[in-house]
């Protein structure tokens, strides 16, 4: 199966301020079939962008996905109040679809 | 809107069985695969198969093969997944998930969980 490793498991920020969280997979991943999700406690997870770029119905432009092969990025570009949650990468082109362990994105 | 209502949360004994709901509305139903996903406590999502409402047709992890069973009902608009020979380790929240196409769990809307608590 393929191994999704998330970095780093926290990230300490400040509204405003710009997020960078990676993905990176154990073997090459179809472009096509990588997504992220938004977790807030309590909550099921709200998907953010599809085949690593495309973002989901509603989803601001802030948030924005980029990479390939076997690296990947979520950037949301100015944190607002509401992002503050953990986010998760997920590749769902080969059986079993696999997510990465984790970022939680919490208030400095 | 599309909604996807879960089962209540359940508690159940190690070697039961248990059989969680999800009800859609909002959208076609036959259009969209179901998948089934959970969290275990503190814990990262894990994928556990998917059901196409439109055929019937299944595909599980392969984990789950042999313990697990998804159905969907079109008149009621209903999935469902019966996980059987609990253990602890089961313990987790399931969610359903819907997709708009073939994939190994993405899910575009989800929800809202149902809590199955395995203990003797």
């Known amino acids: 199966e393929i191994v999704l490793t998330q970095s780093p498991g926290t990230l300490s920020l400040s509204p405003g301020e710009r997020a960078t969280l990676s993905c990176r997979a154990s073997?090459?991943?179809?472009?096509?079939?990588l997504a992220w999700y938004q977790q807030k406690p309590g909550q099921a997870p709200r998907l953010l962008i599809y085949g690593a770029s495309s973002r989901a119905t509603g989803i601001p432009d802030r948030f924005s996905g980029s990479g390939s092969g076997t690296d990947f990025t979520l950037t949301i570009s100015r944190l607002e109040p509401e992002d503050f949650a953990v986010y998760y990468c997920q590749q769902y082109g080969r059986s079993p679809g696999t997510f990465g362990q984790g970022t939680k994105v919490e208030i400095k | 809107q599309v909604q996807l209502v879960q089962s209540g949360a359940e508690v159940k004994k190690p070697g039961a069985s248990v059989k969680v709901s999800c009800e859609a509305s909002?959208?076609?139903?036959?259009?969209?695969?179901i998948h089934w996903l959970r969290q275990a406590p503190g814990q990262g999502l894990e994928w556990m198969g998917m059901v196409n409402p439109s055929s019937g047709g299944t595909n599980y992890a392969q984990k789950f093969q042999g313990r697990v069973t998804m159905t969907s009902d079109t008149p009621t608009s209903t999935v469902y997944m019966d996980l059987s020979s609990l253990r602890s380790d089961d313990t987790a929240v399931y969610y359903c998930?819907?997709?708009?196409?073939?994939?190994?769990?993405?899910?575009?809307?989800w929800g809202q969980g149902t809590l199955v608590t395995v203990s003797s």
């Open positions: 909002g959208y076609i139903f036959s259009s969209y695969y």
């Open positions: 073997q090459s991943v179809s472009s096509t079939y």
């Open positions: 998930a819907r997709d708009r196409g073939f994939s190994y769990g993405l899910g575009d809307s």
